[in-house]
């Protein structure tokens, strides 16, 4: 069919209106894209960062902890030294003991001899 000179003007606004509204709903797509985009970027950058102190956390805990570790492994061996000591003075008291009770041994072997000499 021939379109009358009168009607193509008419048909190519229709299909210039037709082409702005499919480019306008396109844009609208476009953006509603690039938000989820922004929105989705925004929560990786978000979680990133909560990682990031989440890990900084951690090692400062850990840290903590070593220090912690290290300050009772100290108290420990301030307790063994404590411990060895007391058993060397332990030792030593036992043998002044074992001294003392051989002098009273040998006093009463010379109190027997002295009271039967007598």
Do not use: C, F, N
């Given at each position: 069919?021939?379109?009358?000179?009168?009607?193509?003007?008419?048909?190519?606004?229709?299909?210039?209106?037709?082409?702005?509204?499919?480019?306008?709903?396109?844009?609208?797509?476009?953006?509603?894209?690039?938000?989820?985009?922004?929105?989705?970027?925004?929560?990786r950058k978000k979680a990133?960062?909560?990682?990031?102190?989440a890990v900084t956390k951690?090692?400062?805990?850990?840290?903590?902890?070593?220090?912690?570790?290290?300050?009772?492994?100290?108290?420990?061996?301030?307790?063994?030294?404590?411990?060895?000591?007391?058993?060397?003075?332990?030792?030593?008291?036992?043998?002044?003991?074992?001294?003392?009770?051989?002098?009273?041994?040998?006093?009463?072997?010379?109190?027997?001899?002295?009271?039967?000499?007598?």
């Amino acid at each position: 069919m021939a379109s009358s000179p009168k009607s193509t003007p008419v048909v190519l606004a229709a299909k210039a209106e037709e082409a702005a509204i499919t480019a306008v709903e396109k844009a609208k797509e476009e953006s509603v894209a690039i938000d989820a985009v922004e929105k989705a970027e925004d929560a990786r950058k978000k979680a990133e960062e909560s990682a990031k102190a989440a890990v900084t956390k951690a090692q400062e805990a850990v840290i903590k902890a070593e220090s912690a570790a290290q300050s009772e492994v100290e108290k420990a061996d301030e307790a063994v030294k404590r411990a060895e000591e007391i058993a060397t003075e332990a030792k030593r008291a036992k043998g002044e003991a074992v001294a003392a009770v051989a002098k009273v041994k040998a006093a009463e072997v010379v109190a027997a001899g002295a009271r039967l000499k007598s």
